[in-house]
């Protein structure tokens, strides 16, 4: 098993330019999310998928943010126009249960972005 | 809104050292979920604590469950230099939402 796949491992941008992360999940995981980890700091939430519905958004800055799980499979996280402050890791993840259950969530390998 | 803490930030120990360190809620948990990161990696699922009371052991790894449900403990035995990263809980809210704590950095002084 692949386990998540995150494409890219790094990026750096100048800001005001967009940027685009994709993530795989584990087949048969319905439920996905993009969280951000900054330096020292833990994942905060983003956004959750359950199949393509995205059942919470609330974190998502949708400003300049934005999300899609076509076909509730692969999702696409954007950002545009990207801003210093958005220099960070984006970790994808998913699980079998809702809130991760006995098997919790399994996150890819993330894109760290650098925004200069 | 719910907050989590974690004590202590950073932890620096002599390899063979035991090491705890502790996750606090505001409010009462369903349960807690303990992920592991390593330097530069992404964060792993170490387990999940639903009963009140609840001890878990994995190896050297003992996790416990406040009676409360209010609190958790991640305990290592005899620390391995293998044992380096930063220890996350995370907590599910009443929206379904799973929040990370800020996490416990452990160093391992070989």
């Known amino acids: 098993e692949a386990g998540v796949v995150q494409s890219p491992r790094y990026k750096i941008i100048e800001k005001k330019q967009p940027v685009a992360f994709w993530c795989n999940p584990i087949?048969?995981?319905?439920?996905l999310y993009w969280y951000r980890q900054n330096l020292g700091q833990g994942p905060e939430l983003l956004i959750r998928?359950?199949?393509?519905?995205?059942?919470?958004d609330s974190q998502l800055p949708k400003d300049r943010f934005s999300a899609e799980r076509l076909k509730g499979v692969d999702s696409t996280l954007k950002i545009q126009p990207a801003e210093l402050g958005d220099s960070a890791v984006y970790l994808c993840?998913?699980?079998?249960?809702?809130?991760?259950?006995?098997?919790?969530?399994?996150f890819g390998s993330g894109t760290r972005l650098t925004v200069v | 809104g719910q907050q989590v803490m974690q004590i202590p930030q950073y932890q620096h120990v002599q390899e063979g050292e035991d090491f705890t360190t502790y996750c606090n809620s505001s409010?009462?948990?369903?349960?807690i979920q303990w992920y592991k990161q390593r330097p530069g990696g992404h964060p792993v699922f170490l387990i999940q604590?639903?009963?009140?009371?609840e001890v878990k052991k994995q190896k050297r790894l003992t996790f416990q469950f406040g009676e409360a449900k209010k609190n958790s403990s991640l305990h290592i035995t005899a620390t391995q230099t293998t044992d380096v990263g930063t220890y996350f809980c995370?907590?599910?809210?009443?929206?379904?939402?799973?929040?990370f704590g800020p996490g416990t950095s452990l160093s391992v002084i070989p």
């Open positions: 998928y359950e199949n393509e519905e995205a059942v919470d």
């Open positions: 995370a907590v599910k809210t009443s929206y379904d939402k799973v929040i």
């Open positions: 604590l639903v009963k009140s009371g």
């Open positions: 087949s048969g995981h319905n439920t």
């Open positions: 993840a998913s699980s079998l249960e809702r809130t991760g259950g006995d098997y919790g969530y399994t």
């Open positions: 409010t009462t948990l369903s349960n």
